[in-house]
């Protein structure tokens, strides 16, 4: 992985295909949630069947939570769609063959010749594309648990949302006087809430 790219630092907002074709950029996809990234060998790895397998229960729970996830591999728009399908997963996945990511993040896995895909990775993102916590996923068990995300997820939305503990007095008050800035959805963008704590 890029030198750059660590806990606190932003990732590159990358614009690829999804699994219809369709060209979506990672800050779309984001928005001002939480996101997690998973950076995939692709269909042909049955490591990157099972993780997306394991995502399906946390994905339930990360849309009613208000956080994203998002799988990008070096496979083509038809072996993205068919994987993205096969797994059953309903988040988006985008297609990555001309290999953007892998050589921008410096993570081609050379040890694969015939795939070339990238060393598999994933990445917790707090809103505004910035880097949480990184996973290295080359051997299975360097991936995250979902319990390892699901407690990542409660980090990251305690930390961008001003409104996690509504038993604050303050928020009780901000309320009634009708002030909603400080609750989702109604409030202020990430990047407001960190300019204001600096």
């Known amino acids: 992985m890029r030198a750059d790219i660590v806990p606190g630092a932003g990732i590159p907002d990358y614009e690829l295909s999804d699994q219809t074709g369709k060209r979506r950029k ?9 996101l997690i990234l998973v950076l995939s060998r ?87 594309l910035i880097v949480y916590k990184i996973y290295n996923g080359y051997w299975f068990f360097g991936r ?20 996690w503990d509504i038993t604050k007095p303050e928020l009780k008050t901000a309320w009634q006087e009708r002030h909603k800035t400080l609750f989702y959805p109604y409030g202020k963008s990430y990047a407001q809430v960190i300019a204001e704590q600096d």
């Open 26 to 34: 990672l800050s779309d996809l984001q928005g001002e949630d939480p």
């Open 42 to 128: 692709g269909a042909f790895c049955p490591k990157d069947r099972r993780q997306a397998e394991g995502l399906l229960q946390l994905y339930r729970e990360m849309e009613v939570g208000y956080c994203r996830l998002v799988t990008i591999s070096t496979d083509n728009i038809t072996e993205t769609n068919e994987f993205r399908s096969g797994v059953g997963a309903h988040w988006p996945f985008l297609s990555d063959p001309n290999r953007i990511v892998q050589k921008d993040l410096d993570i081609a896995e050379y040890t694969d010749t015939l795939h070339n895909p990238m060393i598999p990775h994933t990445i917790v993102l707090e809103p505004g």
């Open 144 to 163: 995250p648990t979902v319990e390892d995300l699901r407690q990542d997820l409660r980090a990251v939305t305690k930390k961008c949302r001003p409104d």
